[in-house]
């Protein structure tokens, strides 16, 4: 700033400090409302939404669907534009899952006997398998960024070719034991598996949607 002969410099310094000041103030209230407005999760309209449902029988010791009778559910581009953090926060403010993990998902089949889970797709895309090899009633599909799938405990899961980028971020329902890894293999204690999958409730509230959505017309 350019100080004229004959100004009070202290008055004009400070005169523009206050301006400075109020500029930054100003500029840091608008990057605040911009952040805010970031990390607010764009969600697919319901009545837009499409849901693929899936019953996929028990094959060897690998239970899938057949204790709950609950389908696992995809729901395709839940979130057009989604971001992990976005997801996060969305997942936290519907408040039914708890957001624990942001990976890919594993290329060995395997289940969790303690938990259900709930996987929201935010980059890239993948094929996956659902149900365990050699069943007939498996899944296999490809997922993309912004699709999501509840996946009830007992069913198998595997990735089975990354398109690149694949990355996910996993959930948990709010209060859930820590989830476990099992494989349907001889040796694992089978009937406290059934058992603990049998002990579990199902939801009251979408993941997603709330008070309404596709985990409560199953």
Known sequence: MKLHPGCNHHQ??????SIEYQTKTES???RRVNDMSSTKAVLTPLASLKVSRHQIPKHGLVPNTSIHNK??????????S???????????SVGV?????RYTMYSKSHFHSTTHEFLVVTSGSARVLLGGEGNPG??????????????????S????????GFEMVGSYPVGATKWDMCYGRQGEDTEGIEKRIRALGWFERDPLYGEEGPALDV
């Open 97 to 101: 899952f708890e957001p624990q993990w």
């Open 82 to 92: 989604p971001s992990a953090s976005q997801v996060e926060s969305h997942l936290r």
């Open 12 to 17: 004009a310094l400070s005169s523009y400090r």
């Open 28 to 30: 840091n209230a608008q």
């Open 138 to 155: 498996a899944v296999e599909t490809e997922v993309k960024a912004g699709d999501a799938i509840l996946v009830p405990a007992g069913v």
């Open 71 to 80: 389908p696992l559910l995809i729901y395709t581009t839940a979130f057009p």
């Open 157 to 164: 899961h595997r990735l089975l070719v990354d398109y690149g």
